[in-house]
């Protein structure tokens, strides 16, 4: 993160209007507008991080958001990162920016430090959370005594808030979050029940929260509900603050499924029905979310105009993901992008987009596009100069407007390239341009490309068991042994258990077809984290194999992803680092210390080795790059969904090795299964294997299990 400012810098940046508290530009909106805000989360990669920055940019100049969330990640997990995150937007693309911020598992030294930070980089809006069940024992700050922390001790997010306010007065504007459907935290006997929560909201905002803004949902009921509820409120506590539904566009049909899950929250069984409709094709899950989501909208504004204080602004909250296609395209449908060059207030800019240097201009693919901003007289009707080929200019009345056009027509001048409305085409991703800024539109999670802002898992709230402590210990018992945690695997396998500490999800059917295969790798201690195998050539229509759009062909290479103890990684990388096995499998291998193996590493040395000469191996070897999914489709490009490489392994990593731990402060400092997983984790390698030969669907089984 770059230097902080000094205090003059810091009073002039406050001044601009970017700097501002949420709910004075909400105060300063014109009565009855509509406005919108967007969450982004710190990219895990260096690479994802700069690529975000470049589609921050464009999603403010097209989009113009009231202002930003950034996420903090539980125990303070992504503190770092969330604040270069906020220092990037408020700072330097000048957005108001909302720092989330958790408090349980935090100590208050780590809550002083992040505020300040905050403070010193001009965010003045902070969402105050719980975050994780609280573990103070485990989480505590070695620098800091057991007097300290029972000083203040934050267990709900109302601790939060009275916190902020007593250390920091009114300088911050606080958030909160409300869940219409009710909060699921199952180690509470009521469950998920708006009724329940309603106490703890209500002490929230007499806690001094200035707005609140909800969990994603898709139940339009549950929301008509949850407004009424709080409006008609006997406390008064809601009558006139501000509520932001929050919503979160369709991306992949497995990512809607796993995030519903995750947040308890309700998809409507005609919803889902229409979304079951087209799930093998992402490309159409992306369109209907955009329609399902549109139409939620619509559905919310008609709730707010019989629930919410007469002509007051309504708002719209989306949780990005850190993908800008689908939101682009539900925020214009939906007449949510201000009119260009409205400031707080009902005032005009002159100003139409941030100053770039003189660009020529260009015409996205081509084609006129018939979008209007209202008040936006920038949108050019024509671009004669910048078609794909030229035209005849003719006196007449065109014959053929394809290649012919008038001379008033052609003194038309092309718009600039950072006109909104070309910005947008882009994050919309129409045209070459538009292509590059959404090329990873349809991401894979853990197995995307580790360049994409959405690389990762979907929340970039950090490591976590996404389980209270109670449903662990339902889950896994206390194993005491090596044996028993093998068995925790064997059993998840067998559908026995719904999930395992790295995976909360069910398998997939193609699992079926090397179950048996997995179950012999853990039964050996070799813990299986993912999997696939081998397909040549299948139908994309294919029920278990199948995805994509119809008449097309689908292609698997087999991986295996697991922790093996370190004893065994030594016997097994022998076995992989032999000749006859450089161009059949390919392996990445880490363990929790950082040391480093793969295939690259070793390749780069035989060649030197055959070379001849006492040449060292370069410290940085060229990394592979492993597509080990892939379709082929009528009019499109080769499709990748699923890539395997270094950055995005090393990355995972992090992550992988991080739950071990967590796990491990689920019974207590100095317990025997603490230990146990402690010493696992320090002893096992992270290995992921991948066997080229697709074509041979045991392959890489037989390679692994054969002695």
């Known amino acids: 993160m770059g230097e902080l400012l000094s205090d003059p810098e810091l009073e002039a940046s406050l001044r601009h209007p970017a700097m501002e508290k949420i709910t004075d530009k909400i105060a300063a909106l014109p009565a009855g507008t509509d406005y919108f805000s967007l969450e982004f989360f710190p990219p895990k990669t260096a690479m994802g991080f700069s690529n975000l920055r470049d589609r921050l940019d464009r999603m403010a100049r097209a989009l113009r958001p009231l202002f930003v969330n950034v996420t903090w990640g539980a125990g303070g997990s992504t503190a ?35 505020l300040d930070d905050a403070k010193a980089l001009g965010v003045r809006n902070i969402l105050a959370l719980r975050g994780d069940p609280p573990r103070r024992a485990e989480y505590r700050d070695s620098a800091e005594s057991e007097s300290e922390t029972e000083e203040e001790e934050f267990v709900w997010a109302v601790d939060l808030v009275r916190y902020i306010r007593k250390t920091h007065g009114d300088y911050f504007c606080i958030g909160v979050a409300a869940y219409p459907e009710g909060h699921a935290d199952e180690s509470h006997p009521l469950g998920q029940s708006l009724e329940h929560d309603l106490p703890s909201l209500v002490e929230k905002v007499q806690a001094g929260a200035d707005f609140i803004m909800t969990q994603l949902f898709f139940d339009i009921t549950a929301y008509d509900n949850f407004e009424k509820r709080l409006r008609e409120h006997p406390s008064g506590a809601f009558k006139n603050i501000t509520i932001i539904p929050g919503l979160m566009p369709i991306q992949s049909y497995q990512m809607i499924k796993r995030t519903t899950k995750l947040s308890h929250a309700k998809i409507p069984d005609p919803l ?54 689908a939101v682009s395209f539900i925020v ?56 794909p080929r030229n035209r005849v200019i003719v006196d007449r009345t065109p014959s053929h407007p394809d290649y012919e056009a008038t001379a008033l027509e052609a003194s038309v001048p092309a718009g600039p390239i950072n006109t909104r409305a070309n910005t947008l085409a882009i994050s919309e991703g129409e045209g070459v341009l538009g292509r590059e800024a959404t090329w990873d539109d349809f991401p894979n999670g853990r197995w995307g490309d580790a360049r994409s802002p959405a690389y990762g898992q979907i929340d970039g709230y950090g490591v976590s068991l996404h389980v209270t402590v109670a449903q662990a210990l339902q889950l896994w018992g206390t194993p005491t042994s090596e044996a028993d945690i093998n068995n925790i695997f064997i059993r998840h396998l067998k559908g026995e258990l719904s999930a395992i500490p790295w995976s909360e999800e069910g398998f997939n059917p193609e699992t079926d077809a090397i179950r048996e295969y997995l179950i012999r790798l853990n039964e050996r201690g070799w813990r299986t984290l993912a999997s696939q195998p081998a397909v040549n050539g299948i139908k994309s229509s294919d029920p278990t194999f199948g995805w994509g759009p119809q008449n097309g062909f689908v292609f698997q290479k087999a991986f295996v992803e697991l922790f093996l103890p370190s004893k065994d990684w030594r016997v097994l990388k022998e076995k992989l680092d032999r000749e006859e096995m450089r161009d059949v499998v390919c392996y990445f291998a880490i363990n929790e210390a950082g040391d480093f193996s793969s ?58 090795f991080g739950i071990w731990g967590e796990w491990a402060k689920v019974y207590g400092k100095g317990s025997e299964t603490e230990q146990l997983l402690e010493g696992t984790r320090k002893d096992c390698w992270l290995v992921n294997i991948i066997h080229h030969d697709f074509v041979e669907k045991d392959g890489l089984w037989k390679l692994l299990l054969d002695d």
């Open 80 to 114: 770092q990162k969330s604040l270069e995150l906020a220092e990037l937007c408020q700072r330097e693309l000048s957005l108001t920016t909302c720092l989330h911020l958790t408090c349980t598992n935090m100590s208050r030294k780590l809550i002083d430090k992040a």
């Open 272 to 325: 889902m029905a229409r979304l079951d409709a087209v799930k093998g094709d992402d490309e159409k899950v992306k369109n209907v979310g955009v329609d399902i989501v549109s139409e939620l909208i619509e559905q919310i504004r008609q709730v707010k105009s019989k629930t919410s204080p007469a002509n007051t602004p309504r708002g719209f909250h989306f949780y990005t993901l850190n993908l800008e296609k």
């Open 332 to 387: 214009e449908r939906t007449n949510l992008i201000p009119p260009n060059g409205l400031e707080e207030g009902g005032h005009h800019s002159t100003n139409d987009s941030l100053s770039l240097p003189n660009i020529p201009s260009l015409q996205i693919n081509g084609s006129v596009h018939n979008r209007s901003f209202p008040q936006d007289s920038s949108r050019r009707l024509s671009s004669v100069g910048s078609d």
């Open 599 to 656: 295939s690259d590493e070793n390749n780069a040395k035989k060649k030197l080795e055959q070379e001849g000469g006492e040449k060292a191996v370069p410290e940085e070897v060229e990394a592979s790059t492993n597509a080990v999914t892939w379709g082929v489709f009528p009019g499109k490009e080769i499709v990748t969904p699923t890539i395997i490489e270094e950055v995005s392994f090393r990355a995972w990593s992090e992550e992988a």
